[in-house]
């Protein structure tokens, strides 16, 4: 099951679109603070906008653990704000041109070697100040 997992990130890594849509299966489900992705048309989409929004990201994986469908990646996601980006209220985010460096936690149920669903978890208020935003900037973002 890491497996799964680990060829995400690489996928992810690589931006390759494929690779990373052949990792999830046809109803999977991507939850994130500022999406809820289902099926591939809608995930596709989100991974296509994260590497708009941020051309050079990078994930670097700090743990992982798995216990049977479950797999959990502790990771640290690095890039430069160099597109537009979805902020939490809807609002686009033009680019910055900013460097990010965001702890995250993506949690995983896999079945039969794919994805079914993914959870992202970040710090969004530390992702905001990083991008030069303040609290004011978003209130509505956070309530």
């Known amino acids: 099951m890491p497996d799964t997992a680990d060829r995400l990130i690489e996928a992810v890594n690589a931006h390759?679109?494929?690779?990373?849509?052949?990792?999830y299966s046809a109803h999977a489900v991507v939850v994130a603070p500022e999406i809820v992705a289902e099926g591939p048309d809608q995930i596709a989409s989100y991974h296509a906008h994260v590497w708009e929004g941020f051309p050079d990201v990078r994930l670097t994986v700090?743990?992982?653990?798995?216990s049977r469908d479950l797999v959990l990646i502790e990771m640290l996601a690095t890039?430069?704000?160099?597109?537009?980006?979805l902020a939490l209220d809807g609002e686009v985010l033009h680019a910055t041109n900013r460097r990010i460096s965001v702890r995250q936690c993506w949690i995983f149920t896999i079945?039969?070697?794919?994805?079914?669903?993914?959870?992202?978890?970040?710090?969004?208020?530390?992702t905001f100040t990083q991008l030069g935003l303040s609290l004011?900037?978003?209130?509505?973002?956070?309530y």
């Not at 079945?111 to 530390?126: G, K």
């Not at 004011?136 to 956070?142: I, M």
């Open 16 to 23: 390759d679109l494929d690779a990373v849509m052949r990792c």
């Open 79 to 85: 890039g430069t704000h160099g597109g537009p980006y």
């Open 111 to 126: 079945e039969d070697d794919l994805i079914v669903s993914q959870r992202l978890y970040y710090d969004q208020l530390q």
């Open 62 to 66: 700090l743990g992982k653990a798995a």
């Open 136 to 142: 004011t900037d978003h209130t509505r973002s956070f």
